[in-house]
């Protein structure tokens, strides 16, 4: 009898929404981050994701021209030190899916691939979703790549230009914060966050405040003498998290971005796509 009461009370705890984890149950938090937009996680893909809802998402955009230039070219040959060529990048740039703030400011002008770091990031992820191969200097499509590149297989495309991006893509090789996935580890976690907070202008900082409270393991890394854990903590979450992923990908838009000084008070806002491409099963 007490082993049974002690089984119901452990698996009242797991399913009942806590404070700490932002109203999620540590049954679901932990769907969130191990099983992501699975079957038991609350949050999920819409299931009337169109094209119209595609085409307003800058990174995916990305990642599909520079599938169909391959597919229009038979082949991209890579610089002798493995990257994009100039013409490439800039057919790609032109679009202007996620202008740089430093090329459009004329600080720097686009001559190799390491210029802008989103076209970079897109051809790394459609590598390593096989939808791309390299052979001897070359860059060409793989059968799978041929494949879901089909108008009928756009939104698998979708699905796994985004997986990818999330699940298997270092954010880390962006930036020159910790090598350990802070911010990417548990990512649905934020966009959680972003459904039920996002409507309203919040700052970063209070957002990755949320984030630490589960994800509390990351905040030592940045202790350092000359800031606080919080303040690097903050503006690495929210360079990783909101200016290189929801950003790009079109589910946040910033209302107020200061001095690395000062970010505590940087604030953002989901936008309506968000809401176009993901569902919180329990509001639903």
């Known amino acids: 009898m007490e082993y049974t009461n002690i089984d119901e009370s452990i698996n009242s705890y797991n399913n009942s929404p806590q404070d700490k984890l932002s109203g999620l149950s540590p049954f ?17 893909f819409r299931n009337d994701i169109d094209d119209k809802v595609l085409d307003k998402i800058p990174f995916f955009r990305i990642a599909e021209e520079f599938l169909k230039i391959l597919e229009r070219d038979k082949f991209i040959k890579l610089t002798p030190l493995g990257a994009l060529p100039k013409k490439i990048m800039v057919e790609l740039y032109d679009y202007k899916f996620i202008p740089d703030e430093h090329i459009e400011s004329g600080i720097t002008k686009l001559w190799k691939e390491s210029d802008c770091i989103s076209i970079r990031s ?19 499509l793989t059968k799978n790549g041929q494949k879901n590149l089909k108008p009928e297989n756009r939104l698998i495309l979708f699905k796994y230009i985004y997986l990818t991006f999330t699940e298997k893509f270092n954010w880390a090789y962006n930036d020159g914060y910790t090598p350990e996935p802070a911010g990417q580890y548990g990512s649905l976690f934020s966009i959680y966050l972003l459904l039920k907070y996002g409507a309203y202008e919040n700052t970063t900082m209070f ?18 003498d000359y800031s606080t854990a919080e303040h690097d903590f903050n503006r690495c979450f929210a360079l990783r998290t909101f200016e290189r992923f929801t950003d790009w990908f079109g589910f ?3 209302l107020k971005q200061n001095t690395y000084i000062d970010v505590e008070t940087d604030s953002i806002q989901a936008t309506a796509l968000i809401k176009e491409i993901f569902y919180l099963e329990s509001c639903d």
């Open 252 to 254: 946040t838009i910033f």
């Open 122 to 140: 897109a051809r790394i992820v459609c590598e390593q979703a096989k939808f791309v191969k390299k052979i001897n200097g070359k860059l060409s």
């Open 28 to 44: 679901q938090t932990y769907e969130i981050i191990h099983n992501p937009l699975g079957e038991k996680s609350p949050v999920k």
């Open 207 to 224: 957002y990755s405040e949320k984030y630490v409270s589960v994800f509390y393991n990351f905040l030592p890394l940045f202790e350092n």
